[in-house]
């Protein structure tokens, strides 16, 4: 079940304009534990399910020094406040936690996550060219 989930949002993936590759990563017993993404700036997304429903969808820029993006669903009670708990979204850091508008269904999530990764790749590539430009 999750397998099947994970090669069906792979594929999603593997159609998008940023996405490099995709690849489902296991356990040593051969149990799917997650689908990486590699993305065109270096970093990775990867995507979680559980089979009681939890997930996440963990966007990882700390090696460009960028922090990290994550929509969960972790019933954490740190964010009870939140008005979309349990589900949630950390933005840039672990403690950053707001309103999450991640849609419930994984295929039209997949293409949520990319989309704003996408914006936050091409805002970056935006400001690099402009400074490029300033300084020539």
């Given at each position: 079940?999750?397998?099947?989930?994970?090669?069906?949002?792979?594929?999603?993936?593997?159609?998008?304009?940023?996405?490099?590759?995709?690849?489902?990563?296991?356990l040593?017993s051969?149990?799917?534990?997650?689908?990486?993404?590699?993305?065109?700036?270096?970093?990775?997304?990867?995507?979680?399910?559980?089979?009681?429903?939890?997930?996440?969808?963990?966007?990882?820029?700390?090696?460009?020094?960028?922090?990290?993006?994550?929509?969960?669903?972790?019933?954490?009670?740190?964010?009870?406040?939140?008005?979309?708990?349990?589900?949630?979204?950390?933005?840039?850091?672990?403690n950053?936690?707001?309103?999450s508008s991640?849609?419930?269904?994984?295929?039209?999530?997949?293409?949520?996550?990319?989309?704003?990764?996408?914006?936050?790749?091409?805002?970056?590539?935006?400001?690099?060219?402009?400074?490029?430009?300033?300084?020539?």
């Amino acid at each position: 079940m999750i397998l099947a989930l994970y090669h069906k949002l792979g594929e999603i993936a593997d159609e998008h304009l940023i996405v490099i590759s995709s690849k489902i990563i296991c356990l040593p017993s051969g149990e799917p534990q997650r689908l990486r993404i590699l993305l065109i700036d270096g970093t990775n997304l990867d995507v979680w399910f559980s089979l009681s429903g939890k997930y996440s969808y963990h966007w990882d820029r700390r090696i460009m020094g960028k922090g990290i993006y994550r929509f969960d669903n972790a019933p954490h009670k740190k964010w009870e406040k939140v008005k979309t708990y349990p589900h949630h979204f950390h933005h840039e850091n672990e403690n950053n936690v707001i309103d999450s508008s991640l849609p419930h269904k994984p295929e039209e999530a997949i293409v949520y996550v990319l989309e704003f990764a996408t914006s936050i790749i091409a805002k970056e590539s935006s400001e690099n060219k402009k400074r490029l430009f300033d300084e020539y």
